[in-house]
């Protein structure tokens, strides 16, 4: 069974910074993207940022995080990164890390449980 776990999240003020982990355990699996998303109280979910696995080449799919979010891995630790620095009270969300699988890329099926973040103004 595979595992997604994020860890991470807080109260922050506004102009703080935060950085959001997700290990994934359990059976061996390949995969081609991780991903983060977010999604806030009364809204849809949002595509945050993505990595390709293999090759570390990052993709921010939010205008709004771009320059303040950085989405980053640690290929050895099969674990995902997003530092978030100047926040804002409207980064407030859960935040999900999610992988495929490489036989279908960009099909999200693996999930963490989420992670709270939450920015005071």
């Known amino acids: 069974q595979v595992q997604l776990v994020e860890s991470g999240g807080g109260l922050v003020l506004a102009g703080d910074s935060l950085r959001l982990s997700c290990a994934v355990s359990?059976?061996?699996?390949?995969?081609?993207?991780m991903a983060w998303f977010r999604q806030a109280p009364g809204k849809e979910r949002e595509f945050v940022a993505r990595i390709i696995w293999p090759s570390g080449i990052t993709l921010y799919d939010l205008d709004s995080v771009k320059g303040r979010f950085t989405i980053s891995r640690d290929y050895a630790k099969n674990t995902m990164y997003l530092q978030m620095n100047s926040l804002k009270p409207e980064d407030t969300a859960v935040y999900y890390c999610?992988?495929?699988?490489?036989?279908?890329?960009?099909?999200?099926?693996?999930w963490g449980q989420g992670t709270q973040v939450t920015v005071s103004p």
């Open positions: 999610a992988a495929d699988q490489r036989t279908a890329p960009g099909q999200y099926i693996y």
């Open positions: 359990g059976r061996a699996f390949t995969w081609y993207y």
